[in-house]
């Protein structure tokens, strides 16, 4: 059974940086993971996705460049260092793992991910 527990959000100012951390258990085959975003009153969106056994890396086109997703196999964790941070980044993220069948991109269904994680805020004041 995947277990996902996240860490790290807390509040920042604009510009400023996190990075969030997922504790993954149960993860021995190749998944895509990623993280995403659910703001109040929003969608949740896909943040950023990487493939557990390439190390391959998408990213949503309103975080590139600000984002970076990684993983530490040896830890089972994986992370999201968040920098430039923008008020709008502000958002409940989720640490999400999934088959790697289908492409592990961002824009790939919500539901297509079986695993999820509680979740970690992010807030970023200007």
């Known amino acids: 059974q995947v277990q996902l527990v996240e860490s790290g959000g807390g509040s920042v100012q604009a510009g400023g940086s996190l990075r969030l951390s997922c504790a993954a258990s149960g993860v021995y085959s190749r998944y895509c993971m990623g993280w995403f975003r659910q703001a109040p009153g929003k969608e949740r969106e896909g943040v950023a996705t990487?493939?557990?056994?390439?190390?391959?890396?998408d990213y949503a086109d309103s975080v590139k460049g600000r984002f970076t997703i990684y993983q530490d196999s040896a830890k089972n964790t994986l992370y999201l260092q968040l920098n430039s941070l923008k008020p709008e980044d502000t958002a409940m993220y989720y640490c999400?793992?999934?088959?790697?069948?289908?492409?592990?991109?961002?824009?790939?269904?919500?539901?297509?991910?079986?695993?999820w994680g509680q979740g970690t805020q992010v807030t970023v004041s200007s």
């Open positions: 999400a793992a999934g088959s790697a069948f289908w492409r592990c991109a961002p824009n790939r269904p919500v539901a297509t991910f079986s695993y």
């Open positions: 990487i493939d557990t056994a390439t190390g391959s890396a």
